[in-house]
């Protein structure tokens, strides 16, 4: 008797969990709003019988469970993967309403994810991005929220790529963390292309051409607001490689290059003899310097201070001998500080004097008489 009960009971947990529901249940279903038994059996019905009103039904079905969750104060785990599964449906895919619910549960639910530091977040955010790899609007939203976590080591880029390549990006590359990220990247690839690179080429295939105005104006800020040593040159070449620099912005970088950490190479002795020709125009000398004294927040001298004594020697004795006024007008703005002579919000503009002024190679490049007056000043 026992076992005939254990059979009855076997095949009637069988029999409910075979138990498949036609359209017309799915009909009632829907116009009872009972969303979630609709959607755990809406692909019950075979896909000859999905008609235009079964997609009507999921649609709508889909639209009242994402508000419901949605509606909650934490979106939960359960509740996110269900709706990722949702996703994989057809007519869910291409649903513009609910692929827009589906970008807000998943983005709130990485929210508290990130915050968490769960191991497993970064996985979620590819996969979630990955069935959708193409929008955008979506890519930007990613990258801002994994920017503001950054102990969660997820990158943004992967993001920001296709954002930057639409034509969107015209309004993307305006905001701060974008072009941070974005200056990041054409770092990263100025140095692997090298100095054959073609870097024209590689910011075709970055950005979009609607964010070219966003990307040169922050190269020209850049060229003269250096945030590392790095950001004047990359500003330069960027703005360089689409035919953007006039003689004025050249005459300045070459010549700031020089005063600040040359190394040999192509563009030293493009610096090198940029200042030799600069030698025999002064009115372009005075430019560069009126650019220099305005522009800058310090006089650029890292070469002053130099541990490389042979180059030290060379550069500055080519400035005596090409570009007097810089070395003239940097030596006056060090003794002046050092008087307590004008204003210096920014601090000692001449942050190598002390170095320069104490060397050997003072006295062969400057008269005595500044070298007395720097020696008076600071024993004030």
């Excluded at 620099?245 to 493009?270: A, I, M």
Aim: charged share 30%.
């Amino acid at each position: 008797m026992r076992a005939f009960l254990l059979f009855i009971s076997v095949m009637y947990v069988t029999t409910a969990s075979a138990v498949t529901y036609t359209l017309e249940d799915l009909d009632v279903l829907a116009r009872q709003n009972a969303f979630a038994e609709f959607l755990d059996h809406a692909l019950d019905v075979r896909p000859s019988e999905r008609s235009e009103k079964w997609d009507e039904m999921v649609s709508r079905m889909a639209k009242s469970y994402s508000d419901a969750v949605l509606n909650e104060s934490t979106i939960e785990t359960r509740h996110f993967h269900k709706t990722e599964s949702l996703y994989l449906w057809p007519t869910l895919k291409k649903d513009d309403v609910f692929r827009l619910r589906r970008q807000e549960i998943g983005l709130r639910f990485f929210k508290s994810c990130l915050k968490s530091a769960s191991p497993s977040c970064w996985q979620e955010v590819k996969a979630f991005w990955e069935k959708d790899p193409n929008d955008p609007d979506l890519g930007l939203k990613l990258s801002e929220l994994v920017e503001n976590y950054p102990s969660a080591s997820i990158p943004a880029w992967p993001f920001l790529e296709v954002a930057l390549k639409s034509p969107l990006s015209e309004f993307y590359c305006k905001r701060p963390f974008v072009m941070k990220n974005l200056w990041d990247k054409m770092g990263i690839d100025y140095v692997r292309l090298g100095p054959e690179g073609d870097l024209l080429k590689k910011i075709d295939q970055t950005v979009h051409p609607d964010c070219l105005p966003s990307l040169n104006a922050e190269a020209r800020k850049r060229l003269h607001y250096p945030r590392t040593p790095e950001d004047r040159e990359l500003g330069f070449r960027i703005l360089e490689s689409q035919g953007k620099v006039d003689q004025k912005t050249t005459d300045f970088f070459y010549t700031v290059y020089l005063l600040e950490h040359p190394s040999q190479g192509e563009l030293f002795n493009y610096s090198w003899n940029r200042l030799k020709e600069l030698g025999a125009k002064e009115p372009r000398r005075e430019t560069v310097l009126r650019t220099i004294r305005t522009d800058l927040k310090a006089l650029p001298d890292d070469i002053f201070g130099s541990i490389d004594q042979v180059k030290r020697k060379a550069v500055i004795t080519h400035f005596k001998n090409n570009f007097p006024e810089y070395l003239d007008f940097y030596v006056n703005q060090c003794i002046q500080f050092y008087q307590g002579k004008g204003s210096y919000p920014n601090g000692n503009p001449t942050l190598n004097c002390q170095t320069f002024m104490s060397s050997e190679i003072a006295p062969a490049v400057l008269p005595q008489e500044k070298i007395d007056q720097y020696l008076k000043a600071k024993k004030i």
